[in-house]
T-cell receptor, first 112, second 113 residues
Framework: SQELEQSPQSLIVQEGKNLTINCTSS?????LYWYKQKYGEGLIFLMM?????EEKSHEKITAKLDEKKQQSSLHITASQPSHAGIYLC????????????FGSGTQLTVLP | DGGITQSPKYLFRKEGQNVTLSCEQN?????MYWYRQDPGQGLRLIYY???????QKGDIAEGYSVSREKKESFPLTVTSAQKNPTAFYLC????????????FGEGSRLTVL
């Protein structure tokens, strides 16, 4: 089955700083999903990427999928305390219908 | 508003007891999922169901059971056979089609005393 590795595991930044979270797959990514989770709550869908080289943005968050479709990055510009939480990437699992494999998550803390 | 409702949000149980976590959705989604989340380990799939009266084991099904008698409901029972049940449990559903975007409930935190 597909394995996703996220880095870093945790990240502490000062408000206003930019940051990047990476998600690397052991296999070709056919669909890559980014989610955000507040501690003790459910996951909120952020973006989905499918095509090599694809890039999507929502407010100050930009996600990219590399041309080889094995790595995705999530970039936050001018971070705010509201960006704090756990960011998880999830990938379509070609070996099984209708389920995602998730990375272990990146814990983001933004200091005011 | 449409969404997924999990209950209870917090649950305490003694060792040897079975406990059932509720998951209800009004999104009219066919597929529903149960995930377990432990610190630093991301989400692991317990069971999933693509249609009423049918479900499949995920990666960590041992010690758990589910039912899918109605499209809206997908309860998860944590049995006494589950050796390490203390965790955060997340229910999700997804719409039909090629996109596998998951819609999540708020989660249930189970603590075994």
């Amino acid at each position: 089955s597909q394995e996703l590795e996220q880095s870093p595991q945790s990240l502490i930044v000062q408000e206003g700083k930019n940051l990047t979270i990476n998600c690397t797959s052991s296999k070709t990514l056919y669909g890559l999903y980014w989610y955000k989770q507040k501690y003790g709550e459910g996951l909120i869908f952020l973006m989905m990427l499918q095509k090599g080289g694809e890039e999507k943005s929502h407010e100050k968050i930009t996600a990219k999928l590399d041309e080889k479709k094995q790595q995705s990055s999530l970039h936050i510009t001018a971070s705010q305390p509201s960006h704090a939480g756990i960011y998880l990437c999830g990938a379509d699992n070609p070996g099984s219908a209708r389920q995602l494999t998730f990375g272990s998550g990146t814990q983001l803390t933004v200091l005011p | 508003d449409g969404g997924i409702t999990q209950s209870p949000k917090y649950l305490f149980r003694k060792e040897g007891q079975n406990v059932t976590l509720s998951c209800e959705q009004n999104l009219n989604h066919d597929a529903m999922y149960w995930y377990r989340q432990d610190p630093g380990q991301g989400l692991r799939l317990i069971y999933y169901s693509q249609i009423v009266n049918d479900f499949q084991k995920g990666d960590i099904a041992e010690g758990y059971s589910v039912s899918r008698e109605k499209k809206e409901s997908f309860p998860l029972t944590v049995t006494s056979a589950q050796k390490n049940p203390t965790a955060f449990y997340l229910c999700a559903s997804s719409p039909p089609g090629l996109r596998r975007e998951l819609f999540f409930g708020e989660g249930s935190r189970l603590t075994v005393l």
